[in-house]
T-cell receptor
Framework: GAGVSQSPSNKVTEKGKDVELRCDPI?????LYWYRQSLGQGLEFLIY????????KSGLPSDRFSAERTGGSVSTLTIQRTQQEDSAVYLC?????????????FGQGTRLTVV | SQKIEQNSEALNIQEGKTATLTCNYT??????LQWYRQDPGRGPVFLLL?????KEKRKERLKVTFDTTLKQSLFHITASQPADSATYLC?????????FGTGTRLQVFP
């Protein structure tokens, strides 16, 4: 595809439910990031995938959050037993090389609202 | 712990002036520093990248400096225009994950 694609664009869920957010990175990009952005705030790092290396999960806020990347391409971020404080925009980005050696391309984000 | 700080208050300037935004970091030795622009409801868009051994980088009306002694980057927009109004984010990395600052909102008035 032309860019990073995220789905759904909006998700409203009831407190306690599980949600899955999807990210399709740019083809050939080895690095993939997930960030969370609350209203008016900066980007909070969640998790980073680089090629076949073990992901850097140091930013995941609790064990309710998990992510996987299948076949080095599509990634899903799963939030179990959602809480109201999980409401935010979840952004995915991919880049051709690891770290900041090249630019990161962002998707439009998934706006998650937990009611 | 590692910290990346940008002015949390909005920067308001008049069209035609130079806007200067600051990014300070502590407990960190980044090899790369990037600047992004974010418009409301959109994902960030890459603007410039500068490496630790580079002092300055330019692209059209944009200029970035990187001072590893002061642990600071300055981002300049010359001849600013109302269309430059947005939030600007700095991001740092060694060789792995990319960590973002909180961003500074820039408002350019005609």
């Amino acid at each position: 595809g032309a860019g990073v694609s995220q789905s759904p664009s909006n998700k409203v869920t009831e407190k306690g439910k599980d949600v899955e957010l999807r990210c399709d990175p740019i083809s050939g990009h080895t690095a993939l990031y997930w960030y969370r952005q609350s209203l008016g705030q900066g980007l909070e790092f969640l998790i980073y995938f680089q090629g076949n290396s073990a992901p850097d999960k140091s930013g995941l806020p609790s064990d309710r959050f998990s992510a996987e990347r299948t076949g080095g391409s599509v990634s899903t971020l799963t939030i179990q037993r959602t809480q109201q404080e999980d409401s935010a925009v979840y952004l995915c980005a991919s880049s051709q090389q690891q770290g900041a050696r090249t630019e990161a391309f962002f998707g439009q984000g998934t706006r998650l609202t937990v009611v | 712990s590692q910290k990346i700080e940008q002015n949390s208050e909005a920067l308001n300037i008049q069209e035609g002036k130079t806007a200067t935004l600051t990014c300070n970091y502590t407990n960190y030795s980044p090899a790369y520093l990037q600047w992004y622009r974010q418009d409301p409801g959109r994902g960030p868009v890459f603007l410039l990248l500068i490496r630790e051994n580079e002092k300055e980088k330019r692209k059209e009306r944009l200029k970035v400096t990187f001072d590893t002694t002061l642990k600071q980057s300055l981002f300049h927009i010359t001849a600013s225009q109302p269309a430059d109004s947005a939030t600007y984010l700095c991001a740092l990395s060694n060789t792995d994950k990319l960590i973002f600052g909180t961003g500074t909102r820039l408002q350019v008035f005609p």
